[in-house]
């Protein structure tokens, strides 16, 4: 069993991962970033989807909800008693070409292993609920999640006859802190697992994500994350008065005017910083590979904006990136305010 702060740790990580990625994840979501697969390998045939029955809630012993829930299996290289390999979904769609690529399948068929894939709840097509009312999101968690691959586990290992065949479990950012919570807290269904880029301790007011996109863009330009600083701070500025929010609105292109609502205010300054945080997350190669759209804009696009004096003040500069990154992805108007559902 798990100790009383790794409990805390996974019940806590998925706010504490929105609050850290919100403005990336947002950004991203305009078809780039980690919501791309890689191409797919010349020959290579992509298995097809799924699905299992999975519990909505697995900690309410009388709620008897279920859902589908969407998986991938490469069978290519098995062979009985040979590991299982369980790659787990993160905060995006599945795709059948990660079941074909990568180092996890190269491992694959080294040790003559199973490769299941199988989609996070609330992503992809793998969705519990009818709405994504707050009502619908209280099962939105990384506890559930933790659960539901559990769960996905005990019955696939009798379904498919893998015996006492060892599991091991791989995953990358968030679900990479996945892996390694579910080696933690279920150790007698996973034998081991593999964390890449897990960001496993969960902190409220992750400031060293920042720090690491500043340290990134100052790799190119001495006065880029200073003139961000001074466009930032008008940016601020401009937030607090009607005035203010009225030039906002037209200068970042908002497809509605901004009002002095707490939550649109936070979405709209997560949207024009996430612009910079997607870009450095997904710097030239790791884009590229993954052939998102846009991956000809780098740090040192952005950068070479905010410091062309000949562009117009700092805001200006910072305005001139997002226009950039709404004409990229084709969208005629930058939509942050909230809307009830």
Known sequence: LPTKMAKRTISFFVVVFAVVQAAACRHWKRNSGFHHSPPLPEGAQPPKAQWFTQRLDHFDPQNEATWKQRYFVNDTFWKKGSPV??????????????????????????????????????????????????????YLSSEQALADFAYFRQSMSVELETGNAPWIVFGGSYSGALSAWIRLKYPNLFFASIATSAPIQAKLNFVEYAEVVSNSLSTSSAGCVDAIKKATTAFETLLKTETGRQGLTKQFQLCAPLNDDANDIATFAESAAGNF????????????????????????????????????????????????????????????????V
């Not at 910072?318 to 992805?329: D, G, I, P, Q, R």
């Open 277 to 340: 945080f997607g870009v450095v997350q997904y710097n030239k190669d790791n884009r590229a590979f993954e052939g998102g759209v846009g991956g000809n804009i780098t740090i040192d696009t952005l950068c070479g904006i905010m410091t062309n004096s000949s562009a117009g003040d700092e805001l200006a500069r910072y305005a001139a990136v997002n226009s950039l990154m709404l004409k990229t992805y084709e969208q005629k108007c930058l939509d942050v305010i909230g809307r009830a």
């Open 85 to 138: 390999f369980l790659m787990l979904g993160g905060e995006g769609p599945a795709s059948p070409v990660w079941n074909v690529v990568g180092a996890w399948i190269e491992y694959a068929s080294q040790y003559s292993a199973l490769a299941i894939q199988v989609e996070h709840r609330f992503y992809g097509e793998s969705i519990p609920t009818k709405n994504t009312t707050l009502e619908s999101l209280q």
